[in-house]
């Protein structure tokens, strides 16, 4: 069972980031309701940098969305201010600060606020010289961030959320296997602690059609590593049956493309085989390109 923050309400969409530059409350609570509906875990409130507004803009969001459900809200901007006034205006459940890099004037800002608040925040591996190369740099910034967090600042493993950085299918595949490799040693690196992933930048960049099942198979390689939550595409229900385990035979599949077994094609159904020829290409054992289905 992968829990699920529901991706959907942020800045960049046409008709969410629309509502929320003119404080249009309609589109938003819909949308929330939507996501309740759909079964996720939080909201993810993706306002972008938000500069000056940001403050302004999350104190009126977060009481929107919470005129319309209960589940708790990730507060999922870089702007230091906006975030704070999220938690100030938080008053349902324990709020998910969205994100804390692991650079050091990052967390002196932030962390204290987690404890302050109390709150859950996601430590995305992301270090003072960018995105970690590979599963040992991203060890490395893990154990840092969690050192900090519950030595300096006495906040217990499980409100940490661990970001070990998804990125497209069709530019870093072997960053794929980098941050699948960190997730195995992930609990021996930083016991208690959860983990997250923002799942559909796997698709990022791959044709529109054909994103679902790209974040379905990551899914199934990430959940088989322990993968405690993921930012989802909340309209996703297929996706959500696998984050709910409902698909076993699905996984079962992906994971025989993973150990390398034989696999007689002609055997199975066309849903089977569209998922064995995507785990190949995100596992890397066949080329990314955009037609990697019809081969
Ligand atoms: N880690 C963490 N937080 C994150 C990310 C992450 N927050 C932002 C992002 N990555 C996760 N959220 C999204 C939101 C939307 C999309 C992808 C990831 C997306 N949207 C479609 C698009 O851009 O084509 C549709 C936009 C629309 O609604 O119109 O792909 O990695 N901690």
Redesign the pocket.
Known sequence: MVKCIG??L?I???KYGKALKERDPKPLQELAVQQTEAGMDWV?L?IGPAGKMGEELMTWLVPVVHEVTDLPLAL?TSNIKAIEAGLKAHKKGRPLI??IMVRPERMDALLPLAKEYDADF?A?LWGPEGMPRDENERGALCSEIVFKATGEYGIAPERIYV?P??TPVNVQQNQIMSALEFMKMFQDIAPGCRS???L??VS?GPPEHLRPILNQVMLILLKRYGMYSA?VDCFDTKLHDIAKGKRPELEALVHKVEDGEAIDMSSLSKEEVDFVKTAKVILGHALYSDSWLEI
Do not use: A, F, R, V
């Open positions: 991706e959907n942020n960049m969409s046409k993810d993706n999922d969205n994100s996601i995305l970001d950085i998804q997250t992933i923002g559909s930048n990022n930012i």
